[in-house]
Nanobody, 121 residues
Framework: QVQLVESGGGLVQAGGSLRLSCAASGSIFSIHVMGWYRQAPGNQRELVAVTSSGGRTNYADSVKGRFTISRDNAKNTVYLQMDSLKPEDTAVYYC???????????????WGQGTRVTVSS
């Protein structure tokens, strides 16, 4: 019943920018943490950036100063502004949300389907 729908991926040259969006929909009581992870071919999925409902943020060292995560709590949407992109940023980017849904007392983790980002050199 809960869906995370990502958009904004694509192909960009090194040094360029992209903005990813992820909207959560469905039967949601509250969302605690929303964030972005990525997985490059042959690698494990890794954290990129997360933000709490209170506005606290955490970034991977590799993206600090280049990526900015933001959130619209009223729209259950999280954004990732990616600037100064590098070829090593190439990956599938996944949205993640930790939330409470009606009728279930524990926090649940949801993932989007992923959006591909390719940075050419």
């Amino acid at each position: 019943q809960v869906q995370l729908v990502e958009s904004g991926g694509g192909l960009v040259q090194a040094g360029g920018s992209l903005r990813l969006s992820c909207a959560a929909s469905g039967s949601i009581f509250s969302i605690h943490v929303m964030g972005w992870y990525r997985q490059a071919p042959g690698n494990q999925r890794e954290l990129v950036a997360v933000t709490s409902s209170g506005g606290r943020t955490n970034y991977a060292d590799s993206v600090k100063g280049r990526f900015t995560i933001s959130r619209d709590n009223a729209k259950n949407t999280v954004y990732l502004q990616m600037d100064s992109l590098k070829p090593e940023d190439t990956a599938v980017y996944y949205c993640n949300a930790a939330m409470f849904v009606p009728g279930y007392p524990y926090e649940s983790n949801y993932w989007g389907q992923g959006t591909r980002v390719t940075v050419s050199s």
